[in-house]
């Protein structure tokens, strides 16, 4: 079982969409929980952590729900740069788990 | 006055050389890591240093030798080059100690022909 598993997509929305990335963990013992974003061809650059309380960020919102081992990522108003690839990441101490990816492709 | 820096960027060389990869890190970190990015775009890490020892080593084929000569570098030296070790690879560092963010470098395109 992977460590972290993500729906790869793409999800595919037009400007000014609101579009919401799950993704699950497997190891209980995780301690701390992020969004990266990686464009093409570029290294993966931190977006936010993900605290238990929900934490915002202009138009991104992420949640953790530790109980179901559950992190989610909303993004509302939808820009053209917003197209990226989003990588949920969770950190056992010591080690950064990737998921695979989810990819967005936002359309004028 | 990149936080991470790794070269090359790219190397493209045949099967059976060795290459190096050297990584550089300006934040004081004292974790570092190299990590893969395959065809698929999986980020899989590969080995984890801290202080210069090494503290994770992910099953990474003994072809693959990361060398800490101090806590500002990782640097990565690949034996007998494969075609399957195509990939990117990405330095990294994070500060330690639990609840702390990872940087990257810029990555370097390894292609083996």
């Known amino acids: 079982r992977k460590e972290v598993e993500q729906d790869p997509g793409p999800f595919n929305v037009p400007e000014g969409a609101t579009v919401a990335f799950n993704c699950t963990y497997s190891?209980?013992?995780?301690?701390?929980f992020f969004w990266y974003r990686q464009d093409c061809r570029k290294e993966p650059k931190l977006l936010m952590s993900v605290y238990s309380s929900g934490n915002e960020d202009g138009r991104f919102t992420a949640q953790l729900n530790r109980a179901s081992q559950y992190i989610s990522l909303l993004i509302r108003d939808s820009k053209l740069s917003d197209s990226a690839t989003y990588l949920c990441?969770?950190?056992?101490?010591?080690?950064?788990?990737f998921g695979s990816g989810t990819k967005l492709n936002v359309k004028p | 006055d990149t936080a991470v820096s790794q070269t090359p960027k790219y190397l493209v060389t045949q099967m059976g050389n060795d290459k190096s990869i050297k990584c550089e890190q300006n934040l004081g970190h004292d974790t570092m890591y190299w990590y893969k990015q395959d065809s698929k775009k999986f980020l899989k890490i590969m080995f984890s240093?801290?202080?210069?020892?090494?503290?994770i080593n992910e099953t990474v084929p003994n072809r693959f030798s990361p060398k800490s000569p101090d806590k500002a570098h990782l640097n990565l030296h690949i034996n007998s080059l494969e075609l399957g070790d195509s990939a990117v690879y990405f330095c990294?560092?994070?500060?330690?100690?639990?609840?702390?963010?990872?940087?990257f470098g810029s990555g370097t395109q390894l292609s083996v022909l």
């Open positions: 990441v969770v950190n056992p101490p010591n080690k950064f788990y």
């Open positions: 990294a560092s994070s500060s330690g100690g639990g609840y702390e963010k990872l940087f």
């Open positions: 240093y801290n202080n210069k020892e090494l503290i």
């Open positions: 190891n209980s013992a995780s301690q701390s």
